[in-house]
């Protein structure tokens, strides 16, 4: 087990080439990571989005529903994946005290202006107390070192929507929307006394499309969204700190023992691809009071990690008003990593990663704020990697 945990460390963080030349280290080889950013009460929304929290990851168009002035902020709780990885490596969410997003929009005539922040990629890999062996201790001298991998991507947006009201009917509204997003990635590996330490800026873009009519060919109104997240690549160079090969230079005649190891340091790029992302959805209204909503999206992993298949997610929430200021929400999302056929073991690592939450949500609007509360559970349904529990709470204030 000792073995399983070390090498896949050094397959995470490191990758060995010729003495001398440059490593390459991939930040975002792990999909746990990706942080489910547009969850809220009112499920997995991020076509027709109506937290304000949520403006950075959802659709640029979709602004135009905020009629008014608010600024939102939101925390994501997250458990730990124990286990989470290859030999019981554990999962959890880095950085627990940070907020998970901040958003706020100013509406002018048919134009709406948002900034946000949002975490996109969290990831901490914890490889617990690995023992320390030794030829003469095979099985361990009964010391005991750490190790972790950890990635944190945040992103800094900014969004603009324009609306075209009854363009193709009286009560139909079309809005174009886009996001202009710098991403700051920090990337920490740490075993034993080695450190790397890496990050920097980057930008990328979304584009989108939100189309609302009412009472045409159905009894309520309907909202349908469409925009695509073109992700950002990193190129860095990997702060170290006594990260290097060992070299032997002595050996014990008697007993084969390593000896007096010669420390050659060694220089890391970090290359890092935040992965592009196509999203479709609707919101149906068939009553007053209850909403339906659907919504696809499909992750391009492979263009930025050639051992990972592009991967597709579907959600639906069913949400019910009990008055105009309280509404509850259930609902469903599923989500299917794979990595390629030809990596090892690669059927048993697909079928441990599969995904399904169960949500549930309480929204409350009341004369000055909003109060919004969403809890996701996987443990019914998922593979033994994905089985979690997230809450997150969220607050805005009309201004």
């Known amino acids: 087990m000792v073995r399983i945990l070390v090498i896949s460390f050094f397959c995470l963080v490191i990758s060995f080439n010729v003495?001398?030349?440059?490593?390459?280290?991939?930040?975002?080889?792990?999909?746990?990571?990706?942080?489910?950013?547009?969850?809220?009460?009112?499920?997995?929304?991020?076509?027709?989005?109506?937290?304000?929290?949520?403006?950075?990851?959802?659709?640029?168009?979709?602004?135009?529903?905020?009629?008014?002035?608010?600024?939102?902020?939101?925390?994501?709780?997250?458990?730990?994946?124990?286990?989470?990885?290859?030999?019981?490596?554990?999962?959890?969410?880095?950085?627990p005290l940070l907020p998970q997003s901040i958003g706020a929009v100013y509406p002018l005539d048919n134009l709406r202006i948002g900034i946000g922040v949002s975490q996109r990629f969290n990831s901490l890999l914890d490889y617990g107390e690995i023992p320390i062996t030794t030829v003469e201790n095979p099985y361990g001298t009964g010391e005991t070192f750490t190790a972790k991998n950890e990635t944190l991507v945040i992103g800094f947006s900014n969004l603009y929507s324009y609306s075209f009201p009854s363009l193709f009917h009286k009560n139909d509204l079309l809005s174009l929307g886009l996001q202009f997003t710098v991403d700051r990635m920090d990337y920490l590996a740490k075993i034993w006394h080695s450190e790397g330490k890496g990050g920097g800026f980057k930008t990328s873009f979304s584009v989108g499309v939100h189309y609302k009519f009412e009472k045409r060919l159905h009894p309520g109104p309907f909202e349908i969204?469409?925009?695509?997240?073109?992700?950002?690549?990193?190129?860095?160079?990997?702060?170290?700190?006594?990260?290097?090969?060992?070299?032997?230079?002595?050996?014990?005649?008697?007993?084969?023992?390593?000896?007096?190891?010669?420390?050659?340091?060694?220089v890391f790029d970090l290359i890092t691809h935040t992965p592009d992302k196509l999203n479709f959805g609707f919101i149906y209204s068939p009553e007053s009071m209850l909403h339906f909503s659907l919504n696809s999206r499909t992750v391009y992993w492979n263009k930025g990690n050639e051992s990972w298949k592009n991967c597709s997610e579907f959600s639906c929430s069913f949400l019910f008003d009990y008055s105009s200021t309280t509404r509850f929400s259930f609902g469903l999302l599923s989500s299917d990593p794979q990595v390629e056929d030809n990596d090892y073991n690669s059927q048993e690592i697909n079928e441990k990663q599969k995904v399904v939450y169960v949500t549930i949500g309480l929204h409350l609007d009341t004369n000055s704020f909003i109060y919004d509360f969403a809890l996701a559970d996987s443990h019914i349904y998922s593979g033994l990697w994905r089985r979690h529990t997230i809450f997150k709470s969220a607050v805005a204030i009309k201004l």
């Open 19 to 95: 003495l001398g030349q440059r490593g390459v280290i991939d930040a975002l080889n792990f999909q746990h990571g990706l942080v489910l950013e547009n969850l809220s009460s009112f499920g997995f929304v991020q076509n027709s989005n109506y937290a304000i929290e949520n403006i950075s990851s959802s659709n640029p168009a979709s602004l135009i529903n905020f009629d008014s002035t608010l600024v939102g902020i939101s925390y994501q709780y997250v458990s730990m994946q124990n286990p989470g990885w290859l030999g019981d490596i554990m999962h959890k969410r880095a950085y």
């Open 225 to 266: 969204g469409f925009f695509y997240e073109k992700g950002s690549s990193f190129k860095e160079e990997l702060k170290t700190n006594n990260v290097s090969n060992l070299v032997v230079v002595d050996v014990e005649p008697d007993t084969l023992q390593l000896l007096y190891p010669v420390i050659i340091p060694r």
